[in-house]
T-cell receptor, first 113, second 111 residues
């Protein structure tokens, strides 16, 4: 999706290893979000940030951490990956005019073995 | 958070109008109703948002009755490319409470 990049596109990770999923936006949106989507299911919110310097926990935050040092970047870190974290991870932004209108990145497909 | 209920799947044919209804009995006064579309291997895409009555854009219409306990997304004259999963979400305009994506409605459009 234009304006939001995620890296890597996909990754296979050994259990117990750490990894950081990157999300960068160039739309200068205040709010950013991380979701996970398991096969055949809807999205679940992991963490969010309403503005640079602040973060909050979503529905499924355990095992994940985030930081928001600036407006553009919102990395998601898995400190010690477990197989249940196998999922597709989507980063999203919202302008703040309406945080219900979110813009999603292309996703990162993560497999933890 | 207001819970939403929508059909798991729907089938249609090209050229037909499709109406997907979502129930949200516990919607709060400050909540807006938002619909997203998701194609396989892509992130969701915002379609439409409304608070009451009717909202229309170039893609769809959203009908919300006076009690706001349900809403209907209307897709006029669907094509094969409208095959996707459609999510109904309820949340505040400011998004201070996080949106919750349910399992959505899988729409299959046949030729």
């Amino acid at each position: 999706t234009a304006g939001i990049t995620q890296a890597p596109t996909s990754q296979i990770l050994a259990a117990g290893r750490s990894m950081t999923l990157r999300c960068t936006q160039d739309m200068r949106h205040n709010a950013m979000y991380w979701y996970r989507q398991d096969l055949g299911l809807g999205l679940r919110l992991i963490h969010y940030s309403n503005t640079a310097g602040t973060t909050g926990k979503g529905e499924v935050p355990d095992g994940y951490s985030v930081s928001r040092a600036n407006t553009d970047d919102f990395p998601l870190t898995l400190a010690s990956a477990v197989p249940s974290q196998t999922s597709v991870y989507f980063c999203a932004t919202a302008s703040g005019r309406s945080n219900n209108e979110q813009f999603f990145g292309p996703g990162t497909r993560l497999t933890v073995l | 958070l207001a819970k939403t209920t929508q059909p798991i799947s729907m089938d249609s044919y090209e050229g037909q109008e499709v109406n997907i209804t979502c129930s949200h009995n516990n919607i709060a006064t400050n909540d807006y109703i938002t619909w997203y579309q998701q194609f396989p291997s892509q992130g969701p895409r915002f379609i439409i948002q409304g608070y009451k009555t009717k909202v229309t854009n170039e893609v769809a219409s959203l009908f919300i009755p006076a009690d706001r306990k349900s809403s209907t997304l209307s897709l006029p004259r669907v094509s094969l490319s409208d095959t996707a999963v459609y999510y109904c979400l309820v949340g505040e305009w400011t998004g201070r409470r996080a949106l919750t994506f349910g399992s959505g409605t899988r729409l299959q459009v046949q030729p």
